[in-house]
């Protein structure tokens, strides 16, 4: 059983592999022909020496590596010369909502006739939700790559491919045909009202801030707050992230097991799925709602090596459906990475953290946010040439307060709906707490080596930062497993 | 049916009614009046955005800033829970100054839209025309006095020289905002108006552009301060080195909300004091 499991493990780490090759370098057919050739040798040895399991193994991952080079020769390649138009009128469906920036709002445009979608740049003036059909003329133009503040270049065009987005359009002259009823729309007006009882409820920035814990609602924070939450290594509590979808897990399955537990699971599923869809977050929040599933259901089940190859295996559909993820999605990466934190960690911390802290709520949220965080940061240092050195005491005073404030600001959202002087009332105490998370992002921003800048540097050192990681997570798992078995 | 616990209740319900106590008390102290106009300069980026805050709470904002930056700024000069203002006055049509209307009255009850120009009307908010003449009564004896522009005027002028430019009085203290205007127009108002332009704190027109602040303009206004309101290196430049050479040749103390955020006059109506965010 354990041998199938291995099995199992390295094809998948092999078709990822495959796959982020691929996505850098091209792999030519003698190559794959050669890798084919040696995994059927090590195969075949592998019956020979009936004893070695590392050949099978070996032949695994190689196997894994070839359908990961074959899936992604599939991929059609982007033909940015499409977007050299110039000057241009199309027709088409709004295939995102809004998000706002200061000047201009942008969304996803998918014109008739063309398989990419476009991302759009308008003035503010005008409102569109998903679904409307509109006529825009503008000027047509590519995604150029720039340099990003900490001197890096940014991939513009590979951010926009992995959503399927070609090129840019600024919209000189926009029309609305056709309103785009459909079944989500009461859905959409439903979070737009609920998003504005919490705003008329609480000033900004608590206000923005509240949406973005509760929806992950991505507009309108402030330039300056946002970098800070970056600094302090809290940016993930503004997204929508397997931790509040596996709060509203919670909630839904809490409120419909009177009605049996196979109804209370496709109610949960549903109710999940409409929210995910609501949020506006797209497929990255799809993917990050399932990871979060798996996790809550690994914790609860206490077999994180199982739930760890579930994860592995549910990454690896994710990346085989949209190869483009697996490299260019940093917010993919890090829910990945994170979620084999949360399911990793506490076999890890668990025997070191007990000794001193006596409580089990800080003892566990302690675990959990030492393990997102070592799986993290390497992966973030690399990405982003950034490391938060504040983001563990930050993490650990600012998360426990997520999941009140969640609660707290769905209760306010829905008090809203029904009366905004009684949300007014309700709103002071969550504003103090709001309040005083925004203080201590600013406090933790404000330290002198709050975030320092490594810069660039070769992929193998992250290799070297992993290794160690990997191996202790295995160990420690493989201990707690041990000890698991023998209470038993 | 669990028997309720009537002994706790009580505690839970005495507990509550303290705490709304309190917040009651609190929305009373709050908006109890004062003896002070207070008139801040928000620190909203590029743009123009100003609140004014009478004795008894009258709230009148000329020009929202260009986005939702108005919102946390506002929100830092007004106490939490007081979400609504009584006018908003749209000075011209350039989104610098209108931008975050949409977002005000998303956020904040507001109770009338005023302007000269009636393009800049938000269908969703009550509007009210002003033209040179009007008297905009905000109670306690502050006035605001519309100077420009005249019913006639306004459908022939361009964008900036349409700036809706008045001066609020209260007791002895006078300022005197000019939104976009250009030189040209500054010099048309000090043939009309003369002497009655000078002030205590004049906005600088125009983010201090070179096109603005005409030398013999700031030499009849005279203000003591001179407030700038431009965002942290904007790309226009403003305000430019030669704008602020000619305010300072009138003797105007200058204050930039690029360099000190958001800036608050308060005055009873005889003595005026500022203080700044930074």
Same mark, same amino acid.
């Given at each position: 059983?354990?041998?199938?499991?291995?099995?199992?493990?390295?094809?998948?780490?092999?078709?990822? %592999?495959?796959?982020? /090759?691929?996505?850098?370098?091209? /792999?030519?057919?003698?190559?794959?022909?050669?890798?084919? %050739?040696?995994?059927?040798?090590?195969?075949?040895?592998?019956?020979?020496?009936?004893?070695?399991?590392?050949?099978?193994?070996? &032949?695994?991952?190689?196997?894994?590596?070839?359908?990961?080079?074959?899936?992604?020769?599939?991929?059609?390649?982007?033909?940015?010369?499409?977007?050299?138009?110039? $000057?241009?009128?199309?027709?088409?469906?709004?295939?995102?909502?809004?998000?706002?920036?200061?000047?201009?709002?942008?969304?996803?445009?998918?014109?008739?006739?063309?398989s990419e979608k476009i991302l759009v740049s308008l003035p503010r003036d005008q409102e569109f939700k998903y679904g409307d059909r509109l006529i825009i003329s503008g000027l047509l133009r590519r995604p150029s790559n720039f340099m990003t503040d900490q001197g890096r270049e940014f991939d513009y065009q590979r951010y926009l491919a992995k959503d399927n987005v070609l090129c840019l359009l600024t919209a000189k002259q926009v029309q609305k045909i056709d309103d785009g009823n459909n079944l989500v729309t009461p859905f959409f007006k439903l979070k737009t009202n609920f998003l504005?009882?919490? +705003?008329?409820?609480?000033?900004?920035? $608590?206000?923005?801030?509240?949406?973005?814990?509760?929806?992950?609602?991505?507009?309108?924070?402030?330039?300056?707050?946002?970098?800070?939450?970056?600094?302090?290594?809290?940016?993930?509590?503004?997204?929508?992230?397997?931790?509040?979808? &596996?709060?509203?897990?919670?909630?839904?399955?809490?409120?419909?097991?009177?009605?049996?537990?196979?109804?209370?699971?496709?109610?949960?599923?549903?109710?999940?799925?409409?929210?995910?869809?609501?949020?506006?977050?797209?497929?990255?929040?799809?993917?990050?709602?399932?990871?979060?599933?798996?996790?809550?259901?690994?914790?609860?089940?206490?077999?994180?090596?199982?739930?760890?190859?579930?994860?592995?295996?549910?990454?690896?559909?994710?990346?085989?459906?949209?190869?483009?993820?697996?490299?260019?999605?940093?917010?993919?990466?890090?829910?990945?990475?994170?979620?084999?934190?949360?399911?990793?960690?506490?076999?890890?911390?668990?025997?070191?953290? $007990?000794?001193?802290?006596?409580?089990?709520?800080?003892?566990?949220?302690?675990?959990?946010?030492?393990?997102?965080?070592?799986?993290?940061?390497?992966?973030?240092?690399?990405?982003?040439?950034?490391?938060?050195?504040?983001?563990?005491?930050?993490?650990?005073? /600012?998360?426990?307060? /997520?999941?009140?404030?969640?609660?707290?600001?769905?209760?306010?959202?829905?008090?809203?709906?029904? &009366?905004? %002087?009684?949300?007014?009332?309700?709103?002071?105490?969550?504003?103090?707490?709001?309040?005083?998370?925004?203080?201590?992002?600013? %406090?933790?921003?404000?330290?002198?080596?709050?975030?320092? +800048?490594?810069?660039?540097?070769?992929?193998?050192?992250?290799?070297?930062?992993?290794?160690?990681?990997?191996?202790?997570?295995?160990?420690?798992?493989?201990?707690?497993?041990?000890?698991?078995?023998?209470?038993? | 049916?669990?028997?309720? @616990?009537?002994?706790?209740?009580?505690?839970?319900?005495?507990?509550?009614?303290?705490?709304?106590?309190?917040?009651?008390?609190?929305?009373?102290?709050?908006?109890?009046?004062?003896?002070?106009?207070?008139?801040?300069?928000? #620190?909203?980026?590029?743009?123009?955005?100003?609140?004014?805050?009478?004795?008894?709470?009258?709230?009148?904002?000329? #020009?929202?800033?260009?986005?939702?930056?108005?919102?946390?700024?506002?929100?830092?000069?007004?106490?939490?829970?007081?979400?609504?203002?009584?006018?908003?006055?749209?000075?011209?049509?350039?989104?610098?100054?209108?931008?975050?209307?949409?977002?005000?009255?998303?956020?904040?009850?507001?109770?009338?839209?005023?302007?000269?120009?009636? @393009?800049?009307?938000?269908?969703?908010?009550?509007?009210?025309?002003?033209?040179?003449?009007?008297?905009?009564?905000?109670?306690?004896?502050?006035?605001?006095?519309?100077?420009?522009?005249?019913?006639?005027?306004?459908? @022939?002028?361009?964008?900036?020289?349409?700036?809706?430019?008045?001066?609020?009085?209260?007791?002895?203290?006078?300022?005197?905002?000019?939104?976009?205007?250009? *030189?040209?127009?500054?010099?048309?108002?000090?043939?009309?108006?003369?002497?009655?332009?000078?002030?205590?704190?004049?906005?600088?027109?125009?983010?201090? *552009?070179?096109?603005?602040?005409?030398?013999?303009?700031?030499?009849?206004?005279?203000?003591?301060?001179?407030?700038?309101?431009?965002?942290?290196?904007?790309?226009?430049?403003?305000?430019?080195?030669?704008?602020? #050479?000619?305010?300072?040749?009138?003797?105007?103390?200058?204050?930039?909300?690029?360099?000190?955020?958001?800036?608050?006059?308060?005055?009873?109506?005889?003595?005026?004091?500022f203080s700044s965010a930074k």
């Open positions: 059983m354990i041998f199938a499991r291995h099995i199992f493990f390295f094809s998948l780490t092999g078709i990822l %592999f495959g796959l982020a /090759v691929t996505n850098w370098h091209s /792999v030519n057919l003698a190559l794959g022909l050669t890798l084919f %050739f040696l995994g059927l040798a090590l195969f075949g040895l592998g019956f020979y020496y009936q004893k070695s399991k590392w050949l099978f193994l070996l &032949s695994a991952l190689l196997g894994g590596l070839i359908f990961g080079f074959w899936r992604s020769s599939l991929l059609v390649s982007l033909d940015y010369t499409r977007c050299d138009i110039g $000057e241009i009128t199309l027709q088409g469906q709004v295939k995102s909502e809004s998000t706002d920036g200061d000047f201009y709002q942008r969304l996803n445009f998918q014109a008739d006739q063309w504005l009882a919490i +705003s008329r409820a609480l000033p900004e920035p $608590e206000s923005t801030l509240l949406g973005g814990l509760v929806l992950g609602a991505k507009s309108g924070l402030d330039q300056d707050l946002k970098q800070a939450y970056t600094k302090v290594g809290l940016s993930h509590i503004l997204v929508l992230s397997g931790y509040n979808i &596996s709060l509203v897990a919670a909630a839904l399955t809490g409120v419909s097991l009177i009605f049996g537990s196979v109804l209370s699971f496709i109610f949960t599923t549903l109710g999940l799925a409409i929210f995910v869809f609501v949020s506006g977050g797209g497929a990255a929040a799809v993917r990050a709602g399932i990871m979060g599933v798996i996790a809550v259901l690994a914790r609860s089940l206490g077999r994180p090596n199982k739930a760890g190859l579930v994860l592995l295996l549910t990454a690896t559909i994710m990346v085989l459906l949209n190869p483009r993820l697996l490299n260019f999605d940093l917010g993919f990466q890090l829910s990945f990475l994170a979620t084999m934190g949360i399911v990793y960690g506490p076999a890890m911390f668990k025997p070191r953290v $007990e000794r001193i802290l006596k409580s089990n709520f800080w003892s566990e949220t302690l675990v959990t946010t030492l393990g997102a965080l070592v799986f993290t940061w390497p992966w973030l240092a690399y990405a982003t040439g950034q490391v938060s050195l504040v983001a563990l005491p930050a993490n650990l005073l /600012v998360v426990p307060l /997520v999941s009140p404030l969640m609660w707290a600001g769905l209760a306010l959202g829905a008090l809203g709906l029904v &009366s905004s %002087f009684l949300a007014l009332l309700f709103a002071w105490p969550i504003h103090l707490v709001l309040s005083l998370q925004i203080y201590l992002v600013w %406090f933790f921003a404000a330290w002198p080596l709050a975030e320092i +800048s490594l810069g660039q540097f070769s992929f193998l050192w992250l290799l070297i930062f992993y290794g160690p990681i990997i191996y202790w997570a295995i160990r420690a798992n493989k201990k707690s497993n041990q000890l698991a078995r023998a209470i038993k | 049916m669990p028997r309720i @616990n009537w002994k706790i209740w009580r505690w839970y319900l005495l507990l509550i009614f303290i705490f709304m106590t309190t917040i009651l008390w609190s929305l009373i102290w709050v908006k109890k009046p004062t003896n002070y106009l207070q008139i801040s300069y928000l #620190d909203i980026g590029q743009g123009d955005a100003i609140l004014i805050d009478t004795p008894h709470h009258r709230q009148l904002l000329i #020009d929202t800033g260009p986005n939702r930056r108005l919102l946390t700024s506002l929100s830092s000069v007004l106490p939490f829970f007081d979400r609504s203002l009584d006018l908003a006055l749209i000075t011209h049509q350039d989104l610098d100054h209108r931008g975050g209307l949409k977002d005000l009255i998303k956020n904040y009850q507001v109770d009338y839209e005023v302007a000269s120009d009636k @393009n800049v009307a938000l269908p969703d908010l009550a509007f009210i025309p002003i033209y040179r003449g009007t008297k905009i009564d905000l109670g306690d004896g502050v006035i605001f006095e519309i100077l420009s522009p005249s019913a006639r005027e306004v459908e @022939n002028l361009a964008s900036n020289d349409g700036s809706v430019t008045g001066i609020l009085s209260y007791g002895q203290t006078k300022f005197l905002f000019t939104a976009d205007l250009p *030189s040209s127009r500054e010099r048309y108002l000090v043939n009309q108006f003369g002497s009655k332009l000078k002030v205590d704190v004049l906005k600088v027109s125009h983010h201090g *552009s070179k096109g603005s602040s005409d030398l013999g303009f700031l030499q009849v206004v005279k203000p003591t301060y001179a407030v700038i309101s431009a965002g942290q290196n904007n790309r226009y430049g403003h305000p430019t080195t030669e704008t602020l #050479d000619r305010i300072k040749s009138v003797g105007a103390e200058i204050l930039r909300t690029d360099q000190s955020g958001t800036i608050q006059f308060r005055t009873d109506g005889q003595e005026l004091s």
